[in-house]
Nanobody
Framework: QVQLVQSGGGLVQPGGTLRVSCVAS????????MAWYRQAPGKERELVAS????????TYADSVRGRFTIFRDDILNWVALQMNSLKPEDTAVYYC?????????WGQGTQVTVSS
């Protein structure tokens, strides 16, 4: 059974740091590009960051560039999103996604709340 199991997230004050992680089982992540999305209440799901299959290329939404970092470890079959200098507008449910030409898989979602 293919699963992307997320962990991390939680509640943090503005300016704080969090990491969300995603571990895969039942599939080898080195065959997939990876991405993190988020969805805030009442808003559509948006792309936050992506990383290519070999890790050589990353992309970021303008709103998080310079604050968030996506990275992967294909030996551990794991991808993570390091989030620094968090803002209240970063509050959302965060989802990891594994995708290639033939398959797409999503994690279960992790709540990140930035509030004082």
């Amino acid at each position: 059974q293919v699963q992307l199991v997320q962990s991390g997230g939680g509640l943090v004050q503005p300016g704080g740091t969090l990491r969300v992680s995603c571990v895969a089982s039942g599939l080898a992540l080195d065959n997939f590009d990876m991405a993190w999305y988020r969805q805030a209440p009442g808003k559509e799901r948006e792309l936050v960051a992506s990383i290519s299959r070999n890790g050589a290329s990353t992309t970021y939404a303008d709103s998080v560039r310079g604050r968030f970092t996506i990275f992967r470890d294909d030996i551990l079959n794991w991808v993570a999103l390091q989030m620094n200098s968090l803002k209240p507008e970063d509050t959302a449910v965060y989802y990891c996604k594994a995708f290639n030409l033939t398959n797409i898989y999503w994690g279960q979602g992790t709540q990140v709340t930035v509030s004082s």
